[in-house]
């Protein structure tokens, strides 16, 4: 879904509805004056042809009626289309505060959470995990070497190559995980009621689709991307969230400088999901 809304967007204005209630208003007071120009036409003509009686028992009673009937007709008008007029005006009021919303958590590049949405969410999820005694994983993503796929294919393909990144995201997480774009290169994944086996499941999955599926692909060229992940998580990786951004940055870290594969869900060793050693185990062998 694009959004295509700016943050300067301003509030539908009012002044559509005000010029439909000038133009309710106007049609009611021509119809009455209508009315009242035909009974007064009328009165004239049976006067001057002397049909007194037929003047006074019928055409007068209901020329009477027509400015009366008019006016309730125009008022009824009025309000029903008065009512439409708010409807519609609510719905777009509504339709513009979705939008807000989500420009002002979302990133607009990739359409992932911005990163002060994650912070709200991270802080939210480890509150939880804490008082009910669950667990919170963190997937944290860097892209190599970003700034010189910039200055050599330049900043739209880079554009492209991140918003293709998120869509792999997308493709791999659960519906209540929280994907975000943190800033530039950086991107992380909330993952509640998850242990470190699920954590690197995702890791694995990411890392394998990127080392193989290109970001970009235009007249022959294919650009591969190089990332380094790092996972953390609550309680194995940190009490809170400084020391879970801190272990994940550090495993990131770690397997940067080494270049090393993450390894498969089966295959973490039992003592790295069960002991409580500390944030230097959860590093990939």
């Not at 992380?188 to 890392?207: C, E, F, H, N």
Request: with cysteine; net charge negative.
């Amino acid at each position: 879904m694009n959004t295509t809304t700016q943050l300067g967007a301003e509030v539908p204005s009012e002044e559509p509805l005000a010029r439909d209630e000038e133009r309710i208003s106007r049609i009611a007071w021509v119809s009455i004056f209508i009315a009242l120009a035909l009974a007064g036409w009328a009165a004239t003509f049976f006067i001057l042809t002397e049909a007194v009686q037929l003047w006074q028992y019928i055409i007068y009673p209901i020329l009477v009626c027509l400015p009366v009937l008019f006016g309730i007709a125009s008022a009824r008008y009025t309000h029903i289309t008065h009512v439409d007029l708010l409807r519609g005006y609510q719905g777009r009021l509504i339709m513009r505060s979705i939008e807000l919303e989500k420009l002002a958590s979302h990133d607009e590049l990739t359409e992932l959470y911005n990163r002060r949405y994650f912070y709200e969410r991270f802080q939210e999820g480890l509150a939880r995990a804490r008082t009910s005694n669950r667990t919170l994983a963190l997937v944290a993503l860097d892209i190599d070497g970003l700034k010189m796929i910039n200055d050599e294919y330049g900043h739209a393909v880079g554009d492209i190559i991140i918003a293709n990144l998120a869509k792999v995201i997308n493709k791999h997480i659960r519906n209540n995980d929280v994907p975000a774009r943190l800033g530039g290169d950086e991107f992380a994944v909330l993952m509640p009621d998850t242990d470190k086996r699920g954590a690197y499941a995702l890791a694995q999955r990411l890392w394998e689709e990127l080392e193989e599926t290109p970001m970009y692909e235009h007249e022959g060229l294919r650009v591969l991307l190089s990332v380094s992940i790092g996972v953390s998580g609550y309680p194995w990786g940190g009490e809170d969230i400084d020391e879970m951004m801190h272990w994940a940055d550090a495993d990131m870290y770690a397997n940067k400088v080494g270049r090393r594969l993450p390894q498969s869900a089966t295959s973490v060793p039992q003592q790295t999901l069960t002991d409580d050693s500390g944030p230097e185990d959860l590093s990939w062998n």
